[in-house]
């Protein structure tokens, strides 16, 4: 029974020290039903910004140990313009590359246990998105989304020496 209980004992602190090691986000989207721009039907829209908080999950991963990243978006307008369609009852998103680039409004606070290493509000956008090469795939529909929060994240988010590699 002694070396059940050692044997639980380092689970748990292992699991404590894996808990204070990770760095992550946490993604809050603020009256999603409100944004600018995001699908009307409730499922479609739910994709988008499951998407678009795994993505920045995805960035946030890259972060050092410990850091946190909280994210509360409070507007997305996404990339191109939403036309109706007549084929297969799905509208479509035309982006013509005039008036239409993506843009996002959010905070964002970076922590380090209880200590805030960074924080801000932004409105973040790509005037020109469609004249950057984009190493998202042409089958991705928030690839211009997802380079815009690339950007983002480089500029304002991460480290000089998480930006060096």
Known sequence: MNTLFKHAAAAALALLAASNAWAGAKVTFVHPDQFSDVPFSSSDRDDVLRALEQHIDKLAAKLPAGQQLNVEVTDVDLAGQTWPSRFRGQDIRIM?????????????????????????????????????????????????????????????VATPAMASR
Do not use: C
């Open 96 to 156: 013509n590359g005039r008036a239409d680039w993506p843009h996002m409004t959010l905070r964002y606070t970076l922590t380090q246990g209880d200590q805030v290493v960074r924080s801000g509000d932004e409105t973040i956008s790509d005037m020109t998105y469609q004249m950057h090469i984009n190493r998202y795939g042409r089958d991705d529909p928030l690839r211009y989304e997802k380079r815009m929060l690339d950007d983002w994240f480089k500029d304002k």
